[in-house]
DNA sequence: GTCTATAGGTTGATAGAC
DNA sequence: GTCTATCAACCTATAGAC
């Protein structure tokens, strides 16, 4: 045991974090998460003024540790990391790795398609994407940009779904899926993106270019 | 043009569907629908009694006819159809011929981790996860039922953020990608999620059982 | 079927005592 | 830093005239 008394801001951010997670961030009053924390209501305004900027907070404080191990996983993976190593490097610091009470939160906030949460993801994930990207382009030097970047999403979708839906995900298959194994989980994932990520895309030229579509009817 | 009027309840539909996709299923009121519709606030309770069964509404109206040509699709493959025609079999009827004004709002509902939505949904998939459960069954025998449940995930996780992330999307690749080819995407998804269901499954015995995990330390 | 009016409750945020 | 008290705005739902 290190510490069993909490301060009062860090109550708030945890009482947030599992009702945001349970209910989403709009349909959370307040109200709701002073009484699970156990506080009193102005002290939100107190410390965090806004209901907007207590969000932003809840996220913050979680992201900036799963950005850093990425990276840390990614440079340890050499100069030449296969597929599988970049993957997993974006995935297990978060799926694997990351502490419980944040997955159901993080999933909730990577699938609200919201104008306001993508703002602060863009702004903490510029540097890690940016790593990524590059990372893939050695390793898949074939690939086209755009197929890479529209395999970079569907990669960020499945981690989402997972991580949102993994709390039915025991009731949607009858127990043949043990959501709560996340080695598990990670390493289906990682063989699933991967394999995904090296399938071969069709020549540019069996894709009709602009020219061919206008040159046409 | 064959009708320029609509009646009041589709107008309420409309409304709900686009603002919904825009701002999420709690964080619309009743009043921003009326508005949008430019109908009575007491309409909405006329023709739908309460919230929680306007959003019913709005999401089994566009959800029947996507998994009847689901369907149809996988019959029209004939009796062994390939993973990708099966994939696509999923994916197509949504994302590529689906009715545009549907798909951000549809997308927000299969990413939102809500046990209402879930509920929805499972009343409306029962038969097509049957029907495709059996489809990969028959087309990768090999596969064990817990990492064939686990891919079907992933491959609704990847369509989920691409319908639900695609007004962003050429923000986020700075013009490289272009969500409004929706035949360009369909194709690229299906390759991808194709090549991730055909990945070798590791044998059994490589992952320990809860024996081995036992009688270790 | 469509309207007005309103009941009855919740919300985010703040002012000001301690 | 933490409290009580309160504001003004907003919400869903309904009753009842037309």
Known sequence: MTETVVDTKTRILDAAEKLFADKGFYATSLRDITAEADVNLAAVNYHFQTKDSLIDAVIGRRIA???????????????HPSVEQIVAAFVAPL???????????????LASPDLFLFR???????????????????????????ERMWR????????AHVLSWSHVVGEMT??????TDRED??????????AGFRATEPPRSAQPADAVRLGAA
Do not use: Y
């Not at 799926?95 to 999933?107: A, H, N, T, V, Y």
């Not at 989980?185 to 991967?194: N, S």
């Open 95 to 109: 799926l694997e790795r990351g502490i419980s009470p944040m997955l159901p939160m993080m999933g909730r906030a």
């Open 174 to 179: 009858e127990g043949v899926c043990d959501p």
């Open 65 to 79: 540790p799963v950005n850093r191990l990425r990276l840390e996983m990614l440079a340890a993976a050499g100069p």
């Open 120 to 146: 602060i993801f863009k702004k903490h994930l510029a540097a890690v994407a940016d790593q990524f990207g590059k990372a893939f382009e050695t390793a898949l030097p074939s690939l086209s940009s755009a």
């Open 185 to 194: 989980v990670t390493a289906r994932l990682v063989r699933f993106v991967a």
């Open 152 to 159: 970079l999403l569907f990669m960020a979708g499945s981690m």
